[in-house]
């Protein structure tokens, strides 16, 4: 399977922990991104990045989201101390980053809920 | 701050029949996406619109994209039951697709 892949799938964990999704682009995509989806809404924009360069961060991601791409490859978003506002599904995208055609492809998503 | 908008939000409509869902924004771009997303799953990329107006089709499905009006259409024709699904178009604020600003969606149903 040559698609996005994000690990886990589910995650559910109790107020205060820590988390951390992992997330695997199609492997010749450059630019890969963060999106968080509550129920019934559209997804929103967390983060990108092109190759390992964090280029643009939200206002939603506050100081207690990390993402990284240590190696432009596969990303990890951490959320720290998390609060019941944090459920939600969140997806990752890749793109190649190039071309004016350029399509982000979205992996599964990480469904998390905080209890 | 960019905002789209897509109505209906909801559509429950019988198979055979025709539909539009329209989608607005309110700021200059000249790309926009449409998506399709079935329950409990991601996102599947069906167009994506280049330039004022641009049409794309597959299948039962035609995307339009009018850059002057901030509007964007997608028009199910002859609808089947396996078009069911929400429906997101999303807008590129900037050319290079650094992120995407997604409406409300639209949820789909297909009766027989």
């Known amino acids: 399977d040559t698609g996005v892949s994000q690990d886990p799938r589910h995650k559910i964990t109790k107020r205060g922990q820590n988390v951390t999704f992992r997330c695997d682009p199609i492997?010749?995509?450059?630019?890969l991104y963060w999106y968080r989806q509550t129920l019934g809404q559209g997804p929103e924009f967390l983060t990108y990045?092109?190759?390992?360069?964090?280029?643009?961060k939200s206002r939603l991601l506050s100081d207690r989201f990390s993402a990284e791409r240590p190696k432009g490859s596969f990303s990890t978003l951490e959320i720290q101390r998390t609060e019941q506002g944090d459920s939600a599904m969140y997806l990752c995208?890749?793109?190649?980053?190039?071309?004016?055609?350029?399509?982000?492809?979205f992996g599964p998503g990480t469904r998390l809920t905080v209890l | 701050e960019l905002k789209v908008e897509q109505n209906p939000l909801f559509l429950s409509m019988q198979e055979g029949k025709n539909y539009t869902i329209y989608c607005n924004y309110s700021?200059?771009?000249?790309?926009l996406y449409w998506y399709r997303q079935d329950p409990g799953k991601s996102l599947e990329s069906l167009f994506v619109?280049?330039?004022?107006?641009a049409v794309k089709q597959e299948g039962r499905l035609m995307a339009s994209l009018d850059t002057k009006a901030r509007l964007s259409t997608l028009h199910i024709t002859a609808a089947v039951h396996d078009l069911s699904a929400t429906y997101f178009c999303?807008?590129?604020?900037?050319?290079?697709?650094?992120?995407?600003?997604f409406g409300t969606g639209t949820r789909l149903t297909i009766i027989p």
């Open positions: 995208a890749s793109s190649l980053g190039a071309g004016v055609a350029d399509t982000q492809y």
């Open positions: 492997s010749e995509h450059n630019r």
């Open positions: 990045f092109q190759n390992e360069a964090q280029l643009e």
């Open positions: 700021t200059t771009s000249d790309r």
């Open positions: 619109l280049l330039s004022n107006g």
């Open positions: 999303a807008v590129d604020l900037n050319f290079g697709n650094e992120k995407l600003t």
